[in-house]
């Protein structure tokens, strides 16, 4: 007998390709004879090495507005990937619990019905991953290309080779720009990768809460002969969704919080260079940054809705047809269900589409009054 549905097959390639990313950045691939556990602080020497450079460059180059406020958004990337590789490398055992927790949805369940929906909806979440994977990669190496075109053609210096100091032939610049563009380059790449990983997780919980949804559908059946075993696996799928959900939060929460704090602060330093310098090399980058923060803030929507139609799903079942007992375990999942899951920002604000909204007026408004000012 078959265990698995058919596309558990391709998420196993997709959580290898996870896995080797991480083991990748944590250059976990070096001898352990050698290294030991210090690989996984290797990246570090990258962070230092950019970090470095972006003093350099603010030493020796730094002249205008527009030159502090791209090195600015360059010390919030450096930041964001230090806080974004902390927060997921100190929690790999939490990582593989969720890995394992979607590894088991792909079972073959025994009941037709809600055999049929997981694999639906399985099927269906998985291709839109991929499909977000595919678009978000190359957009962000056309970003990183679109500002090494910039940096190259105003011949700007943001990324300097540390404590390289410029000479009079400018012979120096040769080797600030070939240093910056690999920087950006890589830096791109390496965000994505933590993109991936969130996404990749993330999108399994909308796909969880759409599965639980039929699965209460399935209690109104009148030719269900066996309603006390759906209703036990209703409330232990859905007491599955919420102890993984609070995981996923404890895991992701830095990376959040670091993602929310950098796109605020990039959709508004970009308003003002598209405004200042009106040059179209800052236009992939624009459009990455607002694809992220939008598809963080519509994420983060769905999840509350999804959760939130729970109640009123339990609420609308032909509940006064079941027997006591049969009632006793729907008002336990209605308990539970009565307080929806989703993101804060800070452990306060909602991450949801108003966020989005108001945090693009704020950066329009910001952008305009430098633009005024400068």
Request: net charge positive; with cysteine; proline share 2%.
């Amino acid at each position: 007998m078959i265990r698995y549905i058919e596309c558990y097959s391709d998420y196993l390639r997709l959580e290898n390709f996870i896995k080797t990313s991480l083991n990748t950045l944590s250059c976990s691939f070096l001898s352990r004879k050698l290294f030991g556990e210090s690989g996984k602080y290797f990246i570090h020497i990258y962070h230092l090495y950019t970090f470095l450079g972006l003093i350099t460059s603010s030493f020796y180059f730094a002249n205008n507005i527009t030159m502090w406020s791209i090195i600015v958004a360059e010390f919030i990337t450096v930041i964001q990937m230090l806080i974004k590789y902390l927060a997921i490398l100190s929690n790999k055992e939490n990582l593989e619990q969720l890995f394992i927790w979607i590894r088991h949805l792909h079972e073959r369940h025994e009941i037709n019905s809600i055999r049929n929906s997981t694999e639906k909806l399985l099927s269906t979440n998985l291709e839109i991953i991929l499909r977000i994977l595919k678009f978000i990669f190359p957009c962000s190496i056309v970003a990183g290309l679109g500002f090494g075109y910039y940096v190259i053609t105003t011949d700007t210096i943001i990324f300097a080779v540390p404590w390289l100091e410029p000479n009079d032939n400018n012979k120096s610049l040769i080797y600030h720009h070939i240093n910056q563009i690999i920087i950006t380059c890589l830096s791109s790449v390496i965000i994505i990768f933590y993109d991936a990983i969130f996404i990749s997780i993330g999108f399994y919980f909308i796909a969880v809460l759409n599965i639980f949804r039929d699965m209460i559908q399935c209690l109104d059946n009148p030719e269900l002969k066996n309603r006390r075993k759906i209703l036990k696996i209703c409330y232990l799928f859905h007491w599955s969704i919420l102890s993984k959900f609070k995981l996923f939060n404890n895991v992701f929460y830095g990376y959040l919080f670091i993602q929310i704090v950098s796109c605020a602060s990039y959709i508004f330093i970009l308003f003002y260079l598209m405004f200042t310098t009106e040059d179209f090399s800052f236009v992939p980058a624009s459009i990455t940054v607002y694809f992220q923060f939008g598809a963080l803030c519509i994420f983060g929507e769905a999840v509350y809705t999804k959760s939130e139609r729970i109640f009123i799903d339990l609420y609308l079942t032909n509940w006064y047809d079941f027997n006591s007992v049969d009632q006793k375990f729907l008002l336990m999942m209605m308990k539970m269900s009565m307080k929806p899951i989703g993101f804060k920002f800070a452990g306060a604000y909602d991450i949801n589409c108003v966020m989005f909204i108001q945090v693009m007026k704020i950066g329009f408004s910001y952008g305009t009054l430098l633009y005024t000012f400068s």
